[in-house]
């Protein structure tokens, strides 16, 4: 069965030092990922995605993530941290079909910290 | 653009009542998504409309839960009756493009005591 896994439930990191956030996938053909964050009293919002091409995705906030397929990986990159980037992250793998996206499975969140 | 609207934002009922929960997609988005996150789990899929027919509805935990999609514009979700175990938040999203990743809304914090 498809599953994603999230294997931090919460860090906490200084801000300005360098963010990884981890997520590894189990998905039986070529998946389309995502990085969603929710920060508190928001809905969730698409950080980047990865469907085809290049292995490293940038996305907004300047966050980036790269699709290993070997690992069964797609790690969340931030080079430095603001404390504004406190909030819960969601990894999720997605599936297409019938001309129209499908559902997500999500990871069960990463929940980040920031300390001054 | 305006986003995709979730009314209520917080509902507490108690057990055996009726909540009706509403989500506006953002206009001209034909693919809608219902999801729910119950207290320290995933984000689960409930079930996907395109226009207003029922793509996927397989996430759907029992037949106390109903959606229905009329005219393909918004979209409510009913459970009739709430159960405990109904508590968490619910999501809706919706897509235009094939690929282009869902718009969330802030979701519907359901409390059922």
């Known amino acids: 069965a498809q599953s994603v896994t999230q294997p931090d439930i919460h860090i906490t990191v200084s801000e300005g030092a360098s963010l990884e956030l981890r997520c590894n996938y189990s998905?039986?053909?070529?998946?389309?990922l995502f990085w969603y964050v929710q920060s508190p009293g928001q809905g969730l919002q698409l950080l980047l995605k990865?469907?085809?091409?290049?292995?490293l995705v940038q996305g907004i906030k300047g966050f980036e993530a790269e699709f290993k397929r070997s690992q069964s990986s797609f790690n969340l990159r931030k080079p430095s941290v603001h404390w504004s980037d406190a909030a819960e992250y969601f990894c999720?793998?997605?599936?297409?079909?019938?001309?129209?996206?499908?559902?997500?499975?999500f990871g069960k969140g990463t929940k980040l910290s920031v300390k001054p | 653009e305006a986003g995709v609207t979730q009314f209520p934002s917080h509902s507490v009922i108690e057990k055996g009542q009726t909540v009706t929960l509403r989500c506006d997609p953002i206009?001209?988005?034909?693919?809608l998504y219902w999801y729910r996150r119950v207290m320290g789990k995933e984000i689960k899929f409930l079930l996907h409309?395109?226009?207003?027919?029922?793509?996927?509805e397989s996430g759907m935990p029992n037949n106390r839960f109903l959606a229905e999609r009329t005219g393909g514009t918004y979209s409510t979700l009913k459970v009739q009756p709430a159960e405990l175990e109904d508590s968490g938040v619910y999501f809706c999203?919706?897509?235009?493009?094939?690929?282009?990743?869902?718009?969330f809304g802030s979701g519907t914090r359901l409390t059922v005591v």
């Open positions: 999203a919706s897509s235009q493009e094939a690929l282009g990743g869902y718009t």
């Open positions: 998905y039986g053909a070529t998946p389309y």
């Open positions: 990865y469907f085809s091409g290049d292995t």
């Open positions: 999720a793998v997605g599936f297409y079909y019938g001309g129209s996206q499908g559902n997500l499975i």
């Open positions: 206009s001209g988005h034909d693919n």
């Open positions: 409309f395109v226009k207003e027919s029922k793509q996927d």
